[in-house]
């Protein structure tokens, strides 16, 4: 657990950001300047950090079309270790999540995982958001 919280400290310093740190949830968040907001949650029985992105709240769209958008968008083609949605009923909100395995992780792996992960979040937004999501 110990390396998993140094590769975030440092990874934060790397950013500028010298105060990012897991919470006592292990957790912690980042927000990006275009509006992007990136969460790490710690998993220790998993041994993984799942990264996730909030992509917004559902507009008017059922869930039976929102899944129709996301398997057609292709946008999971891009990326080998898939990314996979997530609706969080209790806020009505959209979620790009990805595991990652804690094992071994640096800062510069975790940095490389979360700018993988922008990016995915970002394509699946610019895809679905026609209609589809509330930022």
Known sequence: MSDIRS??????LALGMPGLHLDADDACAISLPDGLQLEMHYRERAAQLHLCADLGGLAQATQSELLV?????????????????????????????????????????LQDALAAMALAARSVRERLGEGLLVM
């Open 7 to 12: 590769a975030i400290t440092e990874m934060g």
């Open 69 to 109: 958008a996301a398997a057609t968008s292709n946008v999971w083609l891009a990326y080998a270790a898939m990314p996979y949605l997530a609706y969080d009923r209790v806020n009505g909100r959209l979620i790009l999540e990805k595991p990652i395995s804690a094992q071994d992780l640096t800062a510069q792996t």
